[in-house]
């Protein structure tokens, strides 16, 4: 049982580049999330998807897409990568919405130059 | 906008001591939960609160709810090393996403 794991650990990337970050769960969840962390700023919500086959922004969906594959799988996708997109990228998982415990995958640290 | 904001933003005490930190909100939230985190890994929860005045004890830390649900407190007894981390207040609107505070990075010196 992996829980939440997340790929890559790392990467870099230019100016402009495109990527996608991978996201899969293994605890048979409905809901799914993709959070970034920046300092001072605790986690901010970029897009979720409540049940498979739907998604919605969060606060700072700007410059991401998202793909809820099926109901273990769920991508953030950067289209031009932006230095202001240098973060650390978590994803997350829970059994049915916020009121549920989210369970935390170890995070891509992602820098953009 | 950031609705949950938690203070102090760090704080670093010698093992031993006792510490409090806070999540406070303009908001009402119909739950509230808390998290820590480890570098290099991602949050993990410690407690759900629901009811407003509610007080959880999760060994040496104790978790309390406002009583109008709009902020929060953790107390941790006896602050020991491995108590270091960042701490995350989340709070929760229904079954709506959760908005997460700022954090509290917190450092136990032995």
């Known amino acids: 049982n992996a829980g939440v794991t997340q790929t890559p650990k790392f990467q870099v990337l230019k100016t402009g580049q495109s990527m996608t970050l991978q996201c899969a769960q293994d605890?048979?969840?409905?809901?799914m999330y993709w959070y970034r962390q920046d300092p001072g700023m605790g986690l901010r919500l970029i897009y979720y998807?409540?049940?498979?086959?739907?998604?919605d922004k969060g606060e700072v969906p700007n410059g991401y897409n998202v793909s809820r594959l099926n109901k273990r799988e769920f991508s953030l996708r950067l289209e031009s990568a932006a230095p202001s997109q240098t973060s650390v990228y978590f994803c997350?998982?829970?059994?049915?919405?916020?009121?549920?415990?989210?369970?935390f995958g170890p995070g891509t640290r992602l820098t953009v130059t | 906008t950031q609705l949950l904001e938690q203070s102090p933003q760090f704080l670093s005490i010698q093992e031993g001591e006792n510490l409090t930190v806070y999540c406070n909100s303009s908001?009402?939230?119909?739950?509230l939960q808390w998290y820590r985190q480890e570098p290099g890994e991602g949050p993990v929860l410690l407690v759900t609160?629901?009811?407003?005045?509610e007080v959880k004890k999760l060994k040496r830390l104790t978790f309390q709810f406002g009583d109008a649900r709009k902020d929060s407190s953790l107390h941790i007894t006896a602050a020991q090393p491995g108590d270091t981390g960042l701490y995350l207040c989340?709070?929760?609107?229904?079954?709506?996403?959760?908005?997460f505070g700022t954090g509290t990075r917190l450092t136990i010196i032995p």
């Open positions: 997350a998982s829970s059994l049915s919405g916020s009121a549920y415990e989210q369970y």
């Open positions: 605890m048979n969840h409905n809901s």
């Open positions: 998807s409540a049940s498979e086959g739907t998604t």
């Open positions: 908001s009402v939230f119909s739950s």
């Open positions: 609160v629901v009811t407003g005045g």
């Open positions: 989340a709070g929760a609107k229904g079954n709506e996403k959760l908005t």
